[in-house]
C-alpha cells in the first residue's frame, strides 16, 4: 500500500509540474499575443487617422470639384446663352441679306422697264431734234439780217416792236448760250445719257447695280453659312450645358458621400 501511494504521489507531481509548464507556455503565448494585439491596435490607429486624413483631403477635393463644377456649369449657361443669341442675330442677318438681295433684284427689274422707256424717249427725242435742229440753225442765219430793223423800229419810236421781235429772234440767236438749239442740244444728250445709264452694262449706274446684287446674294450666302455654323455651336454648347449639369450633380453626390466618410471616419478615430 505504501508503494501504491507513492507512485500515485509521483504520478500526481509529474502531472501537476507537467500542467504548469503548460500553464507557464500558455501565459507566456497570451503575454505574446497580447503584445502582438497591442503593437496592432497601434498600427490600426495610424492607419485610422492616415485614413481620417485622407477622407478629409477627399471631402476637401469633393468640396473644390463641386464648387468647379458649379462654376463651369455656370459658365456653360453663360455660353449657351451668348450662343444663342448669336443664334438669333445669324438667322435676322440671313434674313436681311435675302430681303436685301431680293430688293436689289426687284430693282433691277425696275430698272430694266426704266431703260425700256428712256430708249423709247431718247428715240423719240434724236428723231424731233434730228429734224428740228437742222431747220432751227438755218433760221438763225436771219439774225444778222433782222438786227438792222430792229434798231430802225426803235428809231422811229416803235420800241414795243422793236422788243418783241428782239425777244423773238433772241431764243435762236447764237450768241445767246440759251438759244433753242442749245437747249434741243441738251436735251439730246441728256436722254442719250439717261439711255446709256439705264440700259448699257458698262454704265456706272448699272455696273453698279449688278456689283450691288452679285454681293448681296455673296452676302446671303455667307450669311447662310454662318446660320449653320451658329447652329451647330449652339448645338454644341447644348449639349456642354447638359455635360456640366450632369457633371455638377455628380460632384454632388461625390460631395455627400464624402461627408458621410467624413463623419464615419470621426467616429472611427
Not at 500542467?19 to 490607429?45: C, E, F, H, M, Y
Not at 451668348?82 to 433684284?105: F, H, K, T, V, W
Not at 455635360?243 to 453626390?253: F, K, M, S, Y
Request: net charge negative; no cysteine.
Amino acid at each position: 500500500q505504501a508503494e501504491i501511494s507513492s507512485t500515485i504521489s509521483e504520478t500526481y507531481a509529474t502531472e501537476t509540474l507537467t500542467g504548469l509548464n503548460s500553464l507557464g507556455d500558455g501565459i507566456k503565448r497570451a503575454a505574446d499575443g497580447a503584445g502582438q494585439i497591442d503593437d496592432g491596435l497601434g498600427r490600426l490607429q495610424d492607419g485610422t487617422g492616415q485614413a481620417v486624413d485622407g477622407i478629409n483631403q477627399l471631402d476637401s477635393g469633393a468640396t473644390d470639384l463641386n464648387e468647379g463644377a458649379v462654376q463651369l456649369d455656370a459658365g456653360a449657361s453663360e455660353l449657351n446663352s451668348g450662343a444663342g443669341e448669336l443664334n438669333d442675330g445669324a438667322r435676322r442677318l440671313e434674313d436681311g441679306a435675302y430681303q436685301l438681295s431680293d430688293g436689289l433684284i426687284t430693282l433691277k427689274d425696275g430698272t430694266t422697264q426704266l431703260g425700256d422707256g428712256a430708249a423709247q424717249i431718247d428715240a423719240g427725242v434724236q428723231e424731233l431734234t434730228g429734224t428740228l435742229i437742222p431747220i432751227l440753225e438755218q433760221a438763225q442765219g436771219i439774225v444778222t439780217q433782222v438786227t438792222p430793223v430792229i434798231g430802225t423800229l426803235r428809231s422811229l419810236g416803235l420800241n414795243d416792236q422793236a422788243a418783241q421781235i428782239e425777244s423773238a429772234i433772241s431764243r435762236i440767236d447764237p450768241a445767246n448760250p440759251a438759244n433753242i438749239v442749245n437747249d434741243l442740244n441738251r436735251l439730246r444728250a441728256g436722254t442719250a445719257e439717261l439711255s446709256y445709264n439705264l440700259n448699257s452694262p458698262d454704265a456706272p449706274y448699272i455696273s453698279g447695280v449688278n456689283q450691288l446684287i452679285d454681293g448681296s446674294q455673296q452676302l446671303a450666302s455667307g450669311s447662310t453659312e454662318l446660320l449653320d455654323g451658329t447652329d451647330r455651336l449652339l448645338e454644341g454648347t447644348g449639349r456642354l450645358k447638359d455635360g456640366t449639369t450632369q457633371l455638377a450633380d455628380g460632384t454632388v453626390r461625390l460631395k455627400d458621400g464624402t461627408t458621410q466618410l467624413t463623419d464615419g471616419g470621426t467616429q472611427l478615430a
